[in-house]
């Protein structure tokens, strides 16, 4: 096979097959070389990638997985229903990445019950949580993709994917939003959105009981990609300083408000203030960079319970 000429989910196949054949399968090195056409040098290099690339992830189970104490310090100092703050002061990034990932998972677990419904977004930290979401037979549930489709490096982690894998371990229904984040016009927006395969998502994201998002930072901000940029306004543009971090594609101003962009008039994607009628509204973020925002997305009810880790959940309540 000539890795090189791969398409980016050609190659995404590819390695979630090496993978499995090196980690479940107990094959060597050199017999998927073999399988493959190519040499172990090749195989070992692209088992690096799966791991790099999160296609694969090794987990370490360590004891006393939880500060309990922490937690009951953060709902106290905020208005949160619940925290879960993991102990990583002994792992490496990679592995605290999964410890957060299991423990929203666990916690999400334990929320869905028969016939709940759980809008979903996108990105590597909620995909860990997505999963480790165990396979159950006895509570179906539908999953709603919460805002309109962004294209990532890794296709897995993609809203579409994350809510179809969440549908799939439940057994339950998956809603597509079956639009891009954001469109060029408002009033497009609003056309679009009462679409009819639109507006049945929408429908039934209103009868959410679950949310799960991340938090974007300040140096993600869809003010700053490339990606973006046909959708600003000089406007947007010159407000980019004041903008702290972004929520379900909506761009946050320093107080933790929808900031007054243009380009939050164009977000494919539920109202805010239908998403904070939502009871339980989990974020899953952590890392020093994102402690402002996270701040500001409880204190302003974005969220109403937080996954995170140690050193995250530290400078909070510094």
């Known amino acids: 096979m000539d890795f090189e000429r791969l398409t980016r989910q050609e190659r995404y196949d590819a390695l979630t097959e090496i993978a499995d054949m090196y980690y479940n399968q107990g094959k060597t090195q050199a017999e998927i070389a073999n399988h493959f056409s190519t040499n172990r040098f090749r195989i070992a290099k692209l088992l690096q990638d799966a791991r790099a690339e999160q296609v694969v992830e090794i987990r370490i189970n360590y004891a006393n997985q939880r500060n309990q104490s922490m937690e009951q310090e953060l709902t106290d100092r905020y208005p949160l229903s619940g925290a879960v703050v993991v102990n990583t002061q002994y792992s490496s990034y990679a592995d605290s990445c999964s410890q957060v990932g299991q423990a929203g998972a666990v916690l999400l677990h334990k929320l869905l019950t028969a016939g709940s419904v759980l809008g979903i977004t996108w990105g590597k930290t909620i995909q860990t949580v997505v999963n480790r979401l165990p396979q159950t037979f006895h509570t179906p549930i539908s999953v709603v993709q919460m805002a309109g489709h962004i294209s990532l490096a890794n296709p897995s982690a993609e809203s579409r994917e994350l809510a179809r894998t969440a549908a799939f ?102 109202p805010p203030d239908e998403l904070k009628a939502v009871p339980h509204r989990i974020a899953v973020a952590y890392g020093r960079h994102k402690v402002p925002v996270i701040r500001l997305a409880v204190t302003q009810g974005w969220v109403n319970e937080l996954v995170t880790d140690m050193d995250t959940a530290l400078m909070l309540l510094d």
């Open 169 to 270: 371990a439940h057994f339950g229904n998956v809603y597509y939003l079956n639009a891009p984040l954001y469109v060029h016009d408002p009033s497009l927006r609003q056309g679009l959105l009462a679409e009819p395969d639109l507006y049945r998502t929408l429908c039934k994201a209103r009868e959410m009981n679950v949310f799960l998002t991340g938090i974007g930072s300040r140096s993600s901000l869809p003010l700053a990609s490339p990606a973006f940029r046909p959708y600003l306004s000089a406007r947007d543009l010159a407000a980019a300083d004041q903008c702290v971090g972004s929520i379900l594609g909506y761009v946050l101003d320093s107080s933790g408000q929808t900031a007054d962009l243009d380009l939050n008039q164009k977000v494919m994607a539920l």
